[in-house]
């Protein structure tokens, strides 16, 4: 079963799928094989049943409209400003 996680987990001779990686990994622990470093197959990222997510904080305020960003990044670092055309 560990040998089934590995080849998903990597992506050997199968397409890459962490989900599956995890089942077969826990599986195989199930069955009294000890591995470490695996704490990550316990995430409930990677478990098979769909969880509700919940937010950490309350209910979110709507945020009120941000104005754009400007994409420059060098006018952020050299604190250089827009030309404007007269």
């Known amino acids: 079963m560990a040998e089934a996680g590995f080849c998903?987990?990597?992506?050997?001779?199968?397409?890459k799928d962490l989900k599956k990686a995890a089942k077969y990994y826990r599986t195989a622990e199930a069955k009294g094989m000890s591995m470490v470093g695996n704490s990550w197959i316990y995430?409930?990222?990677?478990?098979d049943e769909p969880e509700?997510?919940?937010?950490?904080?309350a209910t979110k305020a709507p945020t009120p409209e941000k104005k754009p960003r400007d994409k420059s990044r060098t006018r952020m670092i050299?604190?250089?400003k827009k030309s404007v055309a007269a």
Request: charged share 30%; net charge positive.
């Open 78 to 80: 050299f604190g250089r």
């Open 43 to 47: 995430k409930p990222k990677y478990s």
């Open 52 to 57: 509700e997510r919940s937010s950490r904080g």
């Open 8 to 15: 998903y987990a990597q992506g050997v001779g199968c397409k």
